[in-house]
C-alpha cells in the first residue's frame, strides 16, 4: 500500500474487514472482488520467484567471495528540539 502511495496500516485494517477474496486494487484504490478484478497471482508465478530465490540464495551460500558496490554514506538524522 505504501509504494501506491497509500497508508499500509490503514488498508491493513480495511482488508481484515472485507470477505475473503476482498482487497485493494492498487491502480484504482477501489477495495473490490479480487478475482473478478483480474488481480490474481498464479501458483505458477509464485513457484517460480521461490525456485529462483532458493538458488539465489544457495549460490550465495557456496560463494567464498561476493564483490558489491560500496554503500553511499547516508545523512544524518536532522531531530527538531
Known sequence: AVNAGLEGGVVVE???GLAPG????AATGAYVDMF???IIDPAKVTRSALRNAA???ALFLTT???IASAPSA???PQ???
Open 64 to 66: 567464498e567471495a561476493v
Open 14 to 16: 480495511r482488508v481484515r
Open 55 to 57: 538458488s539465489i540464495a
Open 36 to 38: 473478478q478484478a483480474g
Open 79 to 81: 531531530f527538531e528540539q
Open 22 to 25: 476482498q482487497g485493494l486494487d
Open 74 to 76: 547516508a545523512p544524518e
